[in-house]
């Protein structure tokens, strides 16, 4: 009697289900609303808070307010929502957005982890990401897809510029130290494949967890490999903690510590003293040109800390976002997405960007080295400018893309 | 460079110091988890929570109050303490009536309100706290390298350890605590104040877990996470040692730190989970733990 | 009889409709943490036993689903069958490993055991590590019902869930519930009287591990990613809280509970971010303290207590 009535219950359910599919659909992806929402999702209170964190959130309505507020006519909104670098929780919230709230563009996401997610959720929706702070080229490689643009950075262009950097100064035989996960490994893959190409060697590398609270063992095991270069294939608080540790151990002495991604946050962390002569390849220094030193300055008076190229790529992003809506006549993401891989960018902070077919936005790199404190003469004076990368040399060319989109 | 088995000594020697520091970290605070559950049949899973204050509450007392390394060491385990045995007074007192299952759940929630409040006050990212300048620096022992910071923990722990085991276990006051924690009533009735005791055992419990926040605050990051991240292994090491054995958990403290230690060298990847299958083998196999009586 | 099956109905209507006023990705949340929940709770609840590492069923058949439905290409209805199977073979495994133990014991090792895993977890190759298993397609279900849909995802998932309730109940009231529940009250008497308890404990176990997995595949499907946040122990003490703020050994107090705090974090989180954490260890502390009964169970008691006791037989 009973396997009777779960079976009917059973039956009743899947006959629900397909008939669900008829009514209409009141959460439905794909609206055109009447503001304009841009929504800034990153990590607010952890180990990427400082490069990313609330100033993003600040360099998003700076572009807003620049613009005038309003687009089309329509009012345009900032929202912004701690993702506390968990994939589940950025994807949730991303979907969330897109569905219930009618977000149009989501800006930012460091955490490449938290990247890749909310970009499938994008992709699923169609509306449009901006990627400012993830690093991974998986999300113009093999995770690419229509409606997500890679901003700012990636692994190629950092890894590679600083890479090829340390082997030319000599520093040939290197060892890294790895975040476990997906920026990390890219970062890992990208660099050593630069090193190599230099003429140097990758002896090997120790993975250590996102956010880790002791790095004592993973730099011990960096020590006893003997390479020359300890790369740090990690970032924001992971590399901040790498850098300190090894001081603790006179690792600093004997071999030369290769931040991979640095960021001006991070050296203001550590100081002068502890990261002289270190390498930063960066997409954006304020003290470079007037109008970046402009913008550098603004930001500056909002938040008491210089931008870091997160912010600058946020600031640029949105700006870039909202010339496109205009140009394209509407918010609809497909029309926007097809003006964005068209126009020229061209703002305080990229002087002359474009966004590829693979969602790839490329500009000039810089490569700078840190200051001596003897050299700093003013408060976050940190870099000096060592090269210039052109654009088409910074960023992995587009024939040796593994992007589904591109066609061969 | 010389080397064991294929591996550079200093290599080898480096990381089992380094584990054996985790290795007294985990002994004082599975040391004070276990007389607290000797003497109040309660898990106390905000003891990770109290190390981290412990850690927390040093770099207060350097960033506010200007208190240097040394009066930290006094202080901070002292107001630890404190809280401990207002904790105990006000929350845990209720509970000694039901099962013990309800405190474990109670210091439970406890853990999550006082790691919460620091997070929220002070992020993820990290408190820094210099090395104290007599520690600063590594002395040469010719097979490896020692940082003198981490030669101190490892002698103040031990120090700290031992000390405790023998009030525990050669003192008047250690009698009354085992008698109390083996018959209450009884021990009352000979006119001893038992639920004092138990209040200043909760009391003490925690400030040895301040004590090693406090040892950990110059050698690792101080963060809100940092009780957290430790307090599961902790209880894998009070369950092996035998819950309530004061010798168990120091003995197993340290060796699990040293085997901790050895398994990075040679197969790091294992390093996390190396406790857990220990625990499994032996709950298995000896389930009142290496030293412990059955309950 | 009659008032809980007007109350039941009233839930079944409520939950045949709510898609249409209610975000349903927050509701297929709500019912799976909710299934969760109720199998957490015939552990807990109607034998006894507070395991301490449930997590780690949720976390293994939602990786097993996400696995096979991925990158095996099978169909989500099989991937949800082939993670709860993963499921009950761990349960089985641990439930061997552990019924022995009693108490705070018996959580210690649940509690160890899950932790295990979750590192085997973190270090496996095929979970993805920190990044999860991301991307998993819903697919159609019997070729006919598309998944794609949130609305006809939501009526599977009404339907799992109702299935694994119904399940649960018919456990409870059956003989073999009874002898659960007198091995809550007194397993020495239970032993006394002939019942072999370890083989009762060990089945318990197993089943709860099952519908825990079941929860957990479903989830998978539902958010098409499996992370370890799943296998990790805050989320083991989270179904602690729903299980205990909704009502221990009721059978609609985990629902009630998972339902609430799923409401709480979506409503707090954007407001007060990691603040939630703080809220969420003051309800269990204001639970264990004053309100054991639970959401449903002091209801439970007011309704006694103002309705009168009517010669029911007590449920």
Partial sequence: ????????????????????????????????????????????????????????????????????????????????????????????????????????????????????????????????????????????????????????????????????????????????????????????????????????????????PLNASDFSSVLLQAQSSGAKVIGLANAGGDMINSIKTAAEFGISKKQTLAGLLVFISDIHALGLQATQGMYAATAFYWDKDDESRKFGRAFEAKTKKMPTMVHAGVYSATLTYLKAVQAAGTDDADAVMKKLKEMPIHDAVFKDGKIRADGRMVHDFYLFQVKSPGESKYPWDYYKLISTIPADQAFQPLSASRCPLIKK | MREIVNIPTAALFGQLVLGLVNGCFYAMLSLGLSIIFGMLNIINFAHGAMYMMGAVFTWIALDQFGLGYWWALLLVPLVVGLVGIIIERTLLRPLYKLDNLYGLLLTFGLALVIEGLFRYRYGVSGLPYSIPESFQGALNLGFMYLPKYRGWVVVASLLVCISTWLVIERTPLGAYLRAGTENPALVQAFGINVPAMVTITYGVGVGLAGLAGVLAAPATQISPLMGSNVIIVVFAVVVIGGMSSILGSIVTGLGLGLIEGMTKVFYSQASNTVVFFIMAVVLILRPAGLFGKER | MKPRWIGEGALLVLGLVAPFFVYPIFLMKALCLALFACAFNLLLGYTGLLSFGHAAFLGAAGYVTAYAVKVMGVGPGLGILAGTLAALALGFIFGNLVIRRQGIYFAMITLALAQLMYFLFLEAKFTGGEDGIQGIPRGRLLWIINLQDDRQMYYVVLAIFIFGFLLIRRTIHSPFGQVLKAIRENEARALSLGYDVNKYKTLAFILSAGLAGLAGATKAIVFSFVTLTDADWHTSGEVVLMTLLGGMGTVFGPIAGAFSIVTLQNQLADKVGSFVTVIMGAIFIVCVLVFRRGIVGELSALYDRVVGDRGRIPS
């Fill in chain 1, 1 to 208: 009697m009973k396997r009777k009535w779960m079976l009917v219950l059973v039956t009743f359910f899947l006959v629900l289900a397909f008939a669900g599919g008829f009514a209409p659909a009141k959460f439905a992806a794909g609206k055109v609303s009447d503001v304009v929402k841009i929504a800034v999702l990153n990590d607010m209170s952890g180990l990427y808070s400082d490069l990313a964190g609330p100033g993003s959130v600040v360099a998003a309505q700076m572009a807003v307010d620049e613009f005038g507020g309003k687009v089309l006519g329509k009012p345009i909104q900032v929202l912004s929502a701690d993702h506390q670098n968990k994939a589940d929780i950025g994807a949730d919230k991303a979907r969330e957005w897109y569905d219930k709230d009618g977000v149009d563009v989501i800006l930012d996401v460091p955490s490449s982890g938290v990247a890749l997610a909310v970009s499938k959720v994008a992709n699923e929706k169609h509306r449009i990401f901006i990627v400012s702070g993830a690093g991974s080229t998986r999300l113009t490689n093999e995770d690419c897809n229509p409606y997500t643009i890679h901003y700012t950075y990636d692994t190629y262009a950092t890894g590679t510029a600083t890479g090829n950097a340390v082997v030319k100064n000599g520093g040939n035989t290197w060892f890294f130290v790895t975040a476990d996960y997906a920026f990390g490994h890219s970062l890992y893959d990208d660099t050593s494949n630069a090193v190599r190409a230099a003429g140097g060697q990758v002896l090997g590398q120790v993975l250590h």
